[in-house]
């Protein structure tokens, strides 16, 4: 009787495990024997992953796929001529979206003084954690609407829901500590942040060389699409209020964003303003707790970052006012119109006018008022000290009034301006 040695390799742990006979090499009983070898798993096994001839990932869920993998065995069994192959093969289970739990400070969100070994020595058991208890998919993969270094989002559909959601696919053949570490740490802010004003998780999971973040779809896109066109001073106090509303829950969770500006700020047709990408956003051990790591957008980060000084939460405020102002002008606030090449291609000026410029004030000629500019030109103080806490804007006799108006009515102004903005915009493409 031929057995079949199988190691199996279950994120950091390797087991070996025997199949009593080549006969029994079916998807059924490969399932039955990785539960047996990882009994203490408490999820279902639903498929497995092997590397083929030509060295590629190969995903088996089902007995109608088991045919290239056997065949695959037979072949290297065919090449070896003195001794027994061992078939590799990586289970993956069905993960639970219930049950997401992540350690969301002391692995995860490492120390930034750690020397590179400690800070991702941990990398891989970090994302098992993590997406060991996430629920994989089905999914009907549509267009791309979004690219970026570390993937490609897409826009898609649950089969067994009908539910459009968007899908970052981030893929893991990549080199760099910082890259991986980001998947960890926008994984951890996902699952910790639960607000109207912040993207919502579904789902993330391992499949094949990739890691796959679904979250909510907004169907609007982000406020970068809408930068160049006139947008009403109740519109851009309702996104004011709703941005500070969101780094308030992030806040009250000791988390900093780090990256505000407006193509991390997202838009749907029911008028909800939404931030997201937590890739390169930090856990405080105290609310006030200054940080020092220059990382994030230049052209959006505070004077006291981009020369490289420690920075905390005033540094968000002033990342929120710039996006609302370069809302307001329709263009950059420290771009001239004419001037070329763009600014944030010449960092030493960039870093010159966001130190030493004054930004321009939202012009009363688009139709803002004296208060509302006052307050962005607040937010944009070159101190710290200077600009508005949190609390202050719903203290704001301006705010306050868009503030304590009802929620339904509010919406429906902003899905209103989005949605007829949305389409005149796509008209004229």
């Known amino acids: 009787m031929n057995t079949v040695e199988i190691q199996f390799q279950f994120g950091r742990e390797c087991r070996l495990a025997t199949l009593e006979s080549e006969d029994l090499l079916t998807f059924d009983s490969l399932i039955r024997l990785t539960e ?3 009994s203490s798993c408490k999820h279902p096994f639903t498929s497995f992953i ?8 190969v995903t088996v869920s089902s007995e109608l ?15 070896e001529k003195f001794s027994k192959p061992i078939l590799k093969l990586q289970p993956i289970v069905n993960r639970n979206r219930a049950n997401l739990t992540i350690n969301t400070i002391s692995s995860s969100y490492p120390d930034e003084n ?16 993590i997406l060991s208890s996430g629920n994989m998919l089905s999914l009907d993969m549509l267009e791309i609407i979004g690219t970026g270094n570390g993937g490609i989002v897409r826009r898609c559909r649950n089969r067994q829901t009908q539910e459009i959601l968007a899908v970052k696919i981030i893929s893991l053949d990549f080199q760099k500590n910082e890259k991986k570490q980001e998947i960890v740490t926008e994984l951890n802010a996902l699952n910790a942040l639960h607000s109207d004003y912040i993207v919502q998780l579904h789902s993330a999971y391992l499949y ?30 309702y996104i004011t209020l709703s941005m500070i509303q969101g780094l308030i829950c992030m806040w009250n969770q000791k988390i900093m964003h780090r990256d505000v500006k407006p193509s991390n700020v997202l838009v749907n047709s029911s008028g ?14 105290t609310i006030g707790q200054k940080v020092a790591t220059f990382i994030g957008t230049h052209k959006y980060m505070a004077p006291e970052r981009v020369i490289s000084d420690d920075y905390s939460i005033p540094s968000e405020i002033w990342s929120l006012g710039m996006t609302i102002l370069e809302m307001g002008l329709g263009r950059y606030p420290f771009q001239a119109e004419s001037s070329y090449p763009p600014l944030a291609v010449r960092p030493i000026e960039l870093v010159q006018c966001i130190v030493y410029e004054t930004p321009p004030i939202l012009p009363t000629i688009r139709g803002y008022s004296s208060e509302f500019a006052s307050l962005i030109q607040q937010c944009l103080s070159k101190n710290p000290a200077d600009r508005p806490l949190p609390r202050s804007f719903f203290e704001n006799p301006l705010l306050m009034k868009y503030n304590n108006s009802d929620m339904n009515q509010s919406r429906a102004i902003m899905a209103d301006f989005f949605n007829r903005t949305a389409v005149a915009t796509n008209a004229t493409r």
Do not use: W
């Not at 092997?50 to 990932?57: A, K, L, S």
């Not at 982000?222 to 930068?227: F, R």
């Not at 909800?272 to 051990?285: A, T």
């Open 272 to 285: 909800s303003i939404k931030l997201c990408d937590f890739g390169v956003s930090r856990v405080l051990e």
């Open 50 to 57: 092997y590397v083929d001839d030509d060295g590629d990932r």
């Open 65 to 79: 796929e088991m045919g290239p993998l056997r065949d695959f065995y037979f072949r290297v069994c065919q090449q």
């Open 36 to 38: 047996h070898t990882f």
């Open 208 to 237: 094949e060389n990739s890691v796959h973040i679904c979250t909510e779809y907004m169907d609007r896109g982000s406020l970068e699409q809408y930068i160049g066109i006139l947008v009403p001073e109740n519109v851009l106090i």
């Open 114 to 129: 750690y020397n590179d070994k400690k800070k991702f020595s941990n990398f891989e058991a970090n994302v098992e954690h």
